[in-house]
Protein backbone atom coordinates (compact mmCIF):
# COMPACT_ATOMS: atom_id res chain seq x y z
CA UNK A 1 0.00 0.00 0.00
CA UNK A 2 1.13 3.17 -0.85
CA UNK A 3 2.39 5.69 1.65
CA UNK A 4 0.97 9.05 2.84
CA UNK A 5 3.46 10.96 1.23
CA UNK A 6 3.35 9.34 -2.01
CA UNK A 7 -0.60 9.58 -2.47
CA UNK A 8 -0.02 13.27 -1.15
CA UNK A 9 2.74 14.06 -4.74
CA UNK A 10 0.71 11.94 -7.06
CA UNK A 11 -2.67 13.92 -5.28
CA UNK A 12 -0.07 17.28 -6.54
CA UNK A 13 0.37 15.64 -9.85
CA UNK A 14 -3.35 15.24 -10.77
CA UNK A 15 -3.78 18.58 -9.14
CA UNK A 16 -1.89 20.70 -12.03
CA UNK A 17 -2.99 18.24 -14.56
CA UNK A 18 -6.41 19.49 -13.87
CA UNK A 19 -5.71 22.87 -13.94
CA UNK A 20 -3.97 22.63 -17.37
CA UNK A 21 -7.07 20.64 -18.85
CA UNK A 22 -9.26 23.28 -17.55
CA UNK A 23 -7.47 26.28 -19.16
CA UNK A 24 -7.29 24.70 -22.15
CA UNK A 25 -10.79 23.53 -21.86
CA UNK A 26 -11.21 27.37 -21.33
CA UNK A 27 -9.34 28.46 -24.56
CA UNK A 28 -10.92 25.78 -26.49
CA UNK A 29 -14.57 27.83 -25.53
CA UNK A 30 -13.09 30.92 -26.53
CA UNK A 31 -11.70 29.89 -30.28
CA UNK A 32 -14.73 27.73 -30.72
CA UNK A 33 -17.32 30.82 -30.50
CA UNK A 34 -15.37 32.11 -33.10
CA UNK A 35 -14.62 29.23 -35.30
CA UNK A 36 -18.30 28.49 -35.09
CA UNK A 37 -19.29 31.92 -36.33
CA UNK A 38 -17.21 31.65 -39.41
CA UNK A 39 -18.38 28.17 -40.67
CA UNK A 40 -22.11 29.39 -40.32
CA UNK A 41 -21.20 32.89 -42.04
CA UNK A 42 -19.55 31.17 -45.05
CA UNK A 43 -21.43 27.63 -45.26
CA UNK A 44 -24.72 30.24 -47.19
CA UNK A 45 -21.84 31.92 -49.44
CA UNK A 46 -20.50 28.54 -50.34
CA UNK A 47 -24.32 26.82 -51.15
CA UNK A 48 -25.24 30.26 -53.03
CA UNK A 49 -22.38 29.89 -55.73
CA UNK A 50 -23.23 26.49 -55.94
CA UNK A 51 -26.75 26.88 -57.28
CA UNK A 52 -25.03 30.23 -59.50
CA UNK A 53 -23.02 28.20 -61.11
CA UNK A 54 -25.82 25.25 -61.52
CA UNK A 55 -27.90 28.42 -63.28
CA UNK A 56 -25.06 29.52 -65.33
CA UNK A 57 -23.93 26.08 -66.58
CA UNK A 58 -27.33 25.37 -67.36
CA UNK A 59 -27.97 28.39 -69.59
CA UNK A 60 -24.43 28.41 -70.95
CA UNK A 61 -25.04 24.18 -72.29
CA UNK A 62 -28.35 25.49 -73.74
CA UNK A 63 -26.57 28.38 -75.73
CA UNK A 64 -23.77 26.15 -76.21
CA UNK A 65 -24.78 24.04 -79.44
CA UNK A 66 -22.19 21.69 -80.43
CA UNK A 67 -19.13 23.27 -79.33
CA UNK A 68 -18.01 20.71 -76.81
CA UNK A 69 -16.86 21.33 -72.80
CA UNK A 70 -18.22 24.58 -70.91
CA UNK A 71 -15.29 23.99 -68.87
CA UNK A 72 -12.16 21.72 -68.04
CA UNK A 73 -13.24 21.54 -64.48
CA UNK A 74 -16.50 20.31 -65.34
CA UNK A 75 -15.31 17.59 -67.75
CA UNK A 76 -16.13 13.83 -66.50
CA UNK A 77 -13.78 10.58 -67.73
CA UNK A 78 -13.02 7.48 -66.96
CA UNK A 79 -11.79 7.16 -63.37
CA UNK A 80 -8.27 5.62 -63.29
CA UNK A 81 -6.62 7.35 -60.87
CA UNK A 82 -8.23 9.70 -57.54
CA UNK A 83 -6.88 11.94 -55.43
CA UNK A 84 -8.06 13.01 -52.09
CA UNK A 85 -7.85 16.06 -50.03
CA UNK A 86 -7.22 15.12 -46.60
CA UNK A 87 -8.02 17.96 -43.99
CA UNK A 88 -6.58 17.01 -40.17
CA UNK A 89 -5.68 19.23 -37.39
CA UNK A 90 -2.27 20.06 -36.44
CA UNK A 91 -2.37 19.58 -32.85
CA UNK A 92 -4.16 16.40 -30.91
CA UNK A 93 -6.03 16.46 -27.71
CA UNK A 94 -8.86 16.77 -28.98
CA UNK A 95 -10.36 12.97 -28.44
CA UNK A 96 -10.67 10.85 -31.45
CA UNK A 97 -11.58 13.39 -34.47
CA UNK A 98 -8.37 13.08 -36.51
CA UNK A 99 -8.62 9.10 -35.97
CA UNK A 100 -12.23 9.24 -37.08
CA UNK A 101 -11.55 11.37 -40.14
CA UNK A 102 -8.24 9.61 -41.10
CA UNK A 103 -9.83 5.74 -40.70
CA UNK A 104 -13.08 7.39 -43.21
CA UNK A 105 -10.19 8.36 -45.60
CA UNK A 106 -8.39 5.33 -45.59
CA UNK A 107 -11.62 2.96 -45.78
CA UNK A 108 -12.65 5.11 -49.00
CA UNK A 109 -8.93 4.90 -50.66
CA UNK A 110 -8.61 1.40 -50.11
CA UNK A 111 -11.91 0.70 -52.10
CA UNK A 112 -10.60 3.14 -54.56
CA UNK A 113 -6.99 0.98 -54.98
CA UNK A 114 -9.34 -2.71 -54.78
CA UNK A 115 -11.53 -1.45 -57.58
CA UNK A 116 -7.79 -0.46 -59.31
CA UNK A 117 -7.85 3.05 -58.85
CA UNK A 118 -4.62 4.52 -57.43
CA UNK A 119 -5.06 7.37 -55.09
CA UNK A 120 -2.98 9.96 -53.85
CA UNK A 121 -3.05 12.40 -51.02
CA UNK A 122 -3.22 16.06 -50.94
CA UNK A 123 -2.90 16.18 -46.60
CA UNK A 124 -3.49 19.28 -44.79
CA UNK A 125 -2.70 19.25 -41.47
CA UNK A 126 0.41 17.37 -39.10
CA UNK A 127 -1.70 15.08 -37.26
CA UNK A 128 -2.99 13.33 -41.00
CA UNK A 129 1.06 13.48 -42.48
CA UNK A 130 1.23 11.11 -39.46
CA UNK A 131 -1.26 8.97 -40.21
CA UNK A 132 -0.29 8.47 -43.55
CA UNK A 133 3.33 7.84 -42.84
CA UNK A 134 2.97 3.98 -42.51
CA UNK A 135 0.91 3.77 -44.95
CA UNK A 136 1.55 2.97 -48.85
CA UNK A 137 -0.37 5.42 -50.43
CA UNK A 138 1.55 8.53 -51.90
CA UNK A 139 1.35 12.02 -50.84
CA UNK A 140 1.80 14.86 -53.60
CA UNK A 141 1.36 17.60 -51.27
CA UNK A 142 1.73 18.59 -47.66
CA UNK A 143 0.12 21.53 -46.03
CA UNK A 144 0.82 22.39 -42.05
CA UNK A 145 0.48 25.48 -39.80
CA UNK A 146 -2.98 26.72 -41.76
CA UNK A 147 -3.62 28.87 -38.42
CA UNK A 148 -6.34 28.23 -35.99
CA UNK A 149 -8.63 31.52 -37.94
CA UNK A 150 -6.99 30.80 -41.88
CA UNK A 151 -7.75 33.21 -44.69
CA UNK A 152 -8.30 32.42 -48.10
CA UNK A 153 -4.76 33.32 -48.81
CA UNK A 154 -3.19 30.77 -46.90
CA UNK A 155 -6.09 27.90 -48.45
CA UNK A 156 -6.02 28.48 -51.91
CA UNK A 157 -2.55 26.52 -52.55
CA UNK A 158 -3.99 23.44 -51.56
CA UNK A 159 -7.14 24.22 -54.23
CA UNK A 160 -4.78 25.17 -56.61
CA UNK A 161 -2.85 21.82 -56.42
CA UNK A 162 -5.99 19.70 -57.09
CA UNK A 163 -6.51 21.67 -59.87
CA UNK A 164 -3.65 21.66 -61.69
CA UNK A 165 -3.60 17.62 -61.22
CA UNK A 166 -6.79 17.58 -62.54
CA UNK A 167 -6.46 19.69 -65.64
CA UNK A 168 -2.57 17.78 -65.93
CA UNK A 169 -4.53 14.70 -66.06
CA UNK A 170 -2.59 13.24 -63.25
CA UNK A 171 -6.36 12.45 -61.41
CA UNK A 172 -9.31 12.10 -63.50
CA UNK A 173 -11.31 12.87 -60.10
CA UNK A 174 -10.91 14.04 -56.15
CA UNK A 175 -13.00 14.24 -52.96
CA UNK A 176 -12.01 16.04 -49.91
CA UNK A 177 -12.36 14.39 -46.62
CA UNK A 178 -12.76 16.38 -43.76
CA UNK A 179 -14.77 16.39 -40.06
CA UNK A 180 -17.79 18.30 -40.42
CA UNK A 181 -18.94 20.42 -37.78
CA UNK A 182 -22.44 19.81 -36.86
CA UNK A 183 -23.04 21.12 -33.29
CA UNK A 184 -20.40 21.09 -30.17
CA UNK A 185 -21.24 17.08 -29.55
CA UNK A 186 -21.50 16.02 -33.04
CA UNK A 187 -18.66 15.85 -35.77
CA UNK A 188 -18.87 13.82 -38.62
CA UNK A 189 -16.49 12.97 -41.01
CA UNK A 190 -17.48 13.34 -44.38
CA UNK A 191 -16.65 12.31 -47.74
CA UNK A 192 -17.67 14.94 -50.52
CA UNK A 193 -16.58 15.35 -54.36
CA UNK A 194 -14.19 18.15 -54.90
CA UNK A 195 -13.37 17.51 -59.10
CA UNK A 196 -14.83 17.21 -61.56
CA UNK A 197 -17.80 19.97 -60.40
CA UNK A 198 -21.15 18.93 -60.64
CA UNK A 199 -22.96 21.62 -60.65
CA UNK A 200 -26.64 20.99 -59.45
CA UNK A 201 -29.52 21.58 -62.19
CA UNK A 202 -30.75 25.23 -62.70
CA UNK A 203 -34.14 26.19 -60.37
CA UNK A 204 -37.31 25.48 -62.33
CA UNK A 205 -39.58 26.88 -59.87
CA UNK A 206 -42.64 28.29 -62.08
CA UNK A 207 -43.11 32.53 -61.37
CA UNK A 208 -45.96 33.82 -60.75
CA UNK A 209 -47.50 36.06 -63.82
CA UNK A 210 -46.63 39.51 -62.74
CA UNK A 211 -44.25 38.79 -60.36
CA UNK A 212 -40.83 37.97 -60.51
CA UNK A 213 -39.97 34.37 -58.63
CA UNK A 214 -36.71 34.57 -56.63
CA UNK A 215 -35.78 31.11 -57.37
CA UNK A 216 -35.93 31.70 -61.19
CA UNK A 217 -33.09 33.25 -62.88
CA UNK A 218 -33.42 31.36 -66.11
CA UNK A 219 -34.30 34.49 -67.98
CA UNK A 220 -31.59 36.78 -66.88
CA UNK A 221 -28.99 38.06 -69.35
CA UNK A 222 -25.27 37.82 -67.71
CA UNK A 223 -22.92 40.26 -68.79
CA UNK A 224 -20.38 38.98 -69.44
CA UNK A 225 -21.29 35.68 -71.19
CA UNK A 226 -21.66 32.55 -69.08
CA UNK A 227 -18.15 30.40 -70.75
CA UNK A 228 -16.42 33.63 -69.75
CA UNK A 229 -18.09 33.82 -65.87
CA UNK A 230 -17.58 30.00 -65.68
CA UNK A 231 -13.72 30.67 -66.40
CA UNK A 232 -13.97 32.67 -63.38
CA UNK A 233 -16.08 30.91 -61.31
CA UNK A 234 -15.35 27.38 -61.52
CA UNK A 235 -11.39 27.97 -59.93
CA UNK A 236 -12.69 29.89 -56.88
CA UNK A 237 -15.19 27.83 -56.45
CA UNK A 238 -13.65 24.70 -56.12
CA UNK A 239 -11.08 27.48 -53.21
CA UNK A 240 -14.24 28.07 -51.61
CA UNK A 241 -14.87 24.46 -50.89
CA UNK A 242 -12.01 24.27 -49.78
CA UNK A 243 -11.86 27.06 -47.66
CA UNK A 244 -15.36 25.85 -46.17
CA UNK A 245 -13.75 22.45 -45.29
CA UNK A 246 -11.24 24.17 -43.48
CA UNK A 247 -13.22 26.33 -41.31
CA UNK A 248 -15.20 23.01 -40.39
CA UNK A 249 -12.22 21.18 -39.40
CA UNK A 250 -11.32 24.06 -37.36
CA UNK A 251 -14.58 24.32 -35.15
CA UNK A 252 -14.65 20.48 -35.44
CA UNK A 253 -10.57 20.62 -33.64
CA UNK A 254 -12.35 23.11 -31.20
CA UNK A 255 -15.41 21.58 -30.04
CA UNK A 256 -13.95 18.16 -30.10
CA UNK A 257 -11.01 19.50 -27.31
CA UNK A 258 -13.43 20.80 -25.48
CA UNK A 259 -14.84 18.79 -25.17
CA UNK A 260 -11.62 16.21 -24.37
CA UNK A 261 -10.37 18.58 -21.98
CA UNK A 262 -13.64 18.92 -20.00
CA UNK A 263 -13.71 14.95 -19.69
CA UNK A 264 -10.11 14.89 -18.62
CA UNK A 265 -11.22 17.49 -15.75
CA UNK A 266 -13.73 15.64 -14.64
CA UNK A 267 -11.83 12.31 -14.30
CA UNK A 268 -8.92 14.20 -12.49
CA UNK A 269 -11.78 15.38 -9.81
CA UNK A 270 -12.56 12.04 -9.65
CA UNK A 271 -9.15 10.70 -9.27
CA UNK A 272 -8.25 13.29 -6.91
CA UNK A 273 -11.13 12.09 -4.64
CA UNK A 274 -9.88 8.88 -4.77
CA UNK A 275 -6.89 9.53 -3.96
CA UNK A 276 -7.96 11.92 -1.21
CA UNK A 277 -9.98 8.82 0.64
CA UNK A 278 -6.93 6.27 -0.10
CA UNK A 279 -5.01 9.25 1.97
CA UNK A 280 -7.13 9.46 4.32
CA UNK A 281 -7.12 5.22 4.96
CA UNK A 282 -3.34 5.39 4.96
CA UNK A 283 -3.18 8.37 7.57
CA UNK A 284 -6.13 6.14 9.78
CA UNK A 285 -3.98 3.10 9.46
CA UNK A 286 -0.69 5.24 10.59
CA UNK A 287 -2.34 6.82 13.50
CA UNK A 288 -3.71 3.07 14.79
CA UNK A 289 -0.40 1.77 14.27
CA UNK A 290 1.16 4.35 16.21
CA UNK A 291 -1.32 3.80 19.12
CA UNK A 292 -1.18 0.41 19.58
CA UNK A 293 3.00 0.82 19.32
CA UNK A 294 2.24 3.57 21.86
CA UNK A 295 -0.33 1.21 24.28
CA UNK A 296 2.23 -2.14 23.26
CA UNK A 297 4.89 -0.40 25.26
CA UNK A 298 3.29 1.07 27.74
CA UNK A 299 1.41 -2.63 28.75
CA UNK A 300 5.64 -3.73 28.46
CA UNK A 301 6.77 -1.45 30.81
CA UNK A 302 4.03 -2.30 33.20
CA UNK A 303 5.07 -6.00 33.80
Known sequence: MATGREIQRRMRSVRNIRQITKAMELIAVT??????QRVLASRPYSSKMRELIGEIATQA???AGDDGMLHPLLERRPVTRVGV???TSDRGLCGALNGNTLRAALQFSYRQQNGGKPVEFIVVGRKGMLGLRHTDFPLKSEFTAIGDYPSMVKTNPVARVAIQAFLAGEIDEAVIVFPKFVSTLKQEPTILPLLPIDPP???SKAS????ASAGHTGDLLHEPDPRTLLSQLLPRF?????YQSILETVASEFSARMVAM????????ELIKELQ???NKARQATITREIIEVSSGAAAQGR
Open 277 to 279: LGY
Open 85 to 87: VLI
Open 208 to 211: VPGQ
Open 238 to 242: VEVQV
Open 201 to 203: PAS
Open 31 to 36: RLRRAQ
Open 61 to 63: GAN
Open 262 to 269: RNATDNAT
